[in-house]
């Protein structure tokens, strides 16, 4: 099994899901270009994937929240990796958030919460759409994270939800505007359930790391749901996403009621 992408450029790839995914997408086959923060765990991922036949490794610093600097990464990224036909916007934080104590509520936070998961991602989907776009025919694509609480709030992270909400919903239609336009790029979305991660650290200290499913586990699933080719491809729920938290059931339903409100367009039918 291998991706459909020869190389990938993936934010968020320090840890957790990014940093799996992006291991199992070099020890398949797969190039890849990965960014975080955090310097010295980019170097650990050259070191461990560098000498890897078959795929190529190369890393960047960049903080996503610097919506200036985003049009400048973009292009130096295409120039130095003009054979990148792959963008992953992985990135993510989650804080706790309480409205019964309105005074514990940080508005900084919930603003910073909604730039690393919402509106940096428009940011660098402006910049990266045309890069792709000018590859046709030949096929690109972009995936984004969201999580199955973009399809069901929990109540301790309900700005987190609400962020994951908004991408989910700007996801939906962007892919059918690019269906309607022929485009060559596809719109994949990932949806994860609770997987073990540095995600739930900051709020609940070594503990948030017990939190849901093992992280191998998602990664397997996961992977194989990228690697599917055509409108299957597209959605990809993992593990408690698909059945308890709706996405094969009241999910379906909801993207039906999208089609119908969208009557005259040929990819409602
Ligand atoms: N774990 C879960 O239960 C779960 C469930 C559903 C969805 N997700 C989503 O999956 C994605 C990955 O999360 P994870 O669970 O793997 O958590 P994680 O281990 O905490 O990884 C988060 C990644 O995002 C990067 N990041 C955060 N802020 C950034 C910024 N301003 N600029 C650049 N990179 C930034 C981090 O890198 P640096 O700190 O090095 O910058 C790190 O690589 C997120 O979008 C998350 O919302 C996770």
């Known amino acids: 099994m291998q991706l459909q992408y020869k190389k990938v450029l993936i934010f ?5 899901i990014g940093w799996a995914l992006a291991s199992k997408f070099v020890e398949t086959g797969t190039s890849v270009v990965v960014v975080g923060r955090r310097k010295e765990r980019l170097d650990d991922f050259a070191k461990q994937h560098g000498n890897t036949e078959g795929a190529t490794v190369d890393t960047a610093i960049f903080d996503i929240t610097d919506l200036k600097g985003i049009p400048g990464f973009a292009n130096d990224m295409f120039k130095k990796h003009p054979d990148l036909d ?8 989650q804080r706790k958030i309480n409205w019964a104590e309105p005074e514990s509520v940080d508005l900084d936070t919930i603003e910073l919460e909604m730039l690393t998961n919402y509106t940096a991602f428009m940011h ?3 910049m990266f759409l045309p890069l792709l776009q000018k590859q046709a025919p030949k096929k690109t694509g972009i995936i984004y994270t969201t999580s199955g609480l973009a399809l069901v709030p ?8 609400a962020s994951k909400a908004a991408l989910h919903h700007m996801i939906l239609a962007m892919r059918e505007q690019l269906r309607e336009a022929k485009s060559n790029v596809k719109i994949i979305e990932l949806l994860p359930p609770s997987v073990q991660s540095e995600l739930h650290e900051h709020e609940f200290c070594d ?7 093992p992280l191998k586990d998602f990664t397997e699933e996961a992977f194989e749901g990228l690697c599917k080719d055509g409108k299957e491809g597209e959605q990809v729920p993992v593990q408690a996403v698909k059945d308890m938290m709706g996405f094969n059931g009241w999910e379906q339903e909801r993207q039906k009621a999208m089609f119908k409100m969208w009557v005259g367009y040929p990819s409602a039918d």
Do not use: E, R
Request: some cysteine.
């Open 207 to 213: 503990k948030g790391k017990q939190m849901g499913m």
């Open 12 to 16: 968020g790839a320090t840890s957790g």
């Open 124 to 126: 660098l989907t402006k």
């Open 154 to 161: 929990i109540l301790y992270c309900s700005n987190y939800c």
């Open 86 to 93: 792959c963008v992953f916007l992985n990135s993510g934080l």
